[in-house]
């Protein structure tokens, strides 16, 4: 009998703090979920910017008579946009590798080949974002580069997957060709151990 009643008195204290641990957690998950949506939007709003910035370079590339000098391309700017019609996939390449920049595109790897030119050029991406189709990628499928100079046609020669220090997936190339990086596995919580490489040579 005492037992009970001090089962039954246990309950009956701790039901306020069961409560508001319960509104807590309600609230903190609401929270999370609004931020991931908003993160969503606003990578979807920038995408947009993206395709419009990069639609005026081209027109603004046909448009001119004489080559000008090349601008140093800044943090965040957008060089181009690369596909995969197989994989449905469609993103604005961006410049650099910060975190901000990774959440709004794929990001241009410092000190390789700029996007449609020649040489190895690397491109980075989250595995849980713009890069999650590239799971599905296989040997011969088709990559589109897309800048105001043109549109660059690449075939995948070999996917594989390496060590975070395996730096010799992103050396210079005299051929045109792209690598493409992104963490695995694919589905792994937290910091993925090792990395995910496809690479793929001009058409």
């Known amino acids: 009998m005492r037992t009970e009643n001090g089962v ?25 979920v609004g931020f991931v949506a908003l993160a969503l939007l606003s ?12 639609q005026k370079q081209i027109v603004a590339q046909q448009d001119q008579r004489v080559d000008r000098p090349r601008t140093v391309a800044k943090e965040g700017d957008v060089l181009g946009r690369i596909e995969i019609p197989r994989l449905g996939m469609m993103v604005a390449i961006l410049e650099g590798t910060t975190t901000r920049t990774l959440r709004l595109g794929v990001g241009h790897i410092d000190g390789t080949a700029l996007p449609g030119e020649s040489g190895n050029t690397g491109i980075a991406g ?12 296989r040997q011969g499928d088709e990559i589109q580069i897309q800048t105001a100079t043109g549109l660059s046609r690449y075939t995948v ?46 058409e």
Do not use: M
Not at 8 to 32: D, E, M
């Open 157 to 202: 020669d070999w996917v594989k997957i390496v060590t975070p220090d395996d730096t010799g997936i992103l050396a210079p190339a005299a051929e045109s060709s792209i690598t493409l990086v992104t963490c695995y596995p694919f589905y792994f919580l937290g910091a993925a151990p090792k990395r995910f490489i496809v690479h793929a040579s001009k």
């Open 126 to 137: 989250h595995r849980d974002t713009y890069f999650r189709p590239l799971k599905d990628i």
């Open 43 to 54: 990578a979807s709003a920038f995408q947009e910017r993206a395709r419009n910035s990069l």
């Open 8 to 32: 039954r008195k246990f309950f009956a204290s701790s039901h306020p703090f069961l409560r508001w641990t319960s509104w807590i957690l309600f609230v903190a998950g609401a929270l999370a």
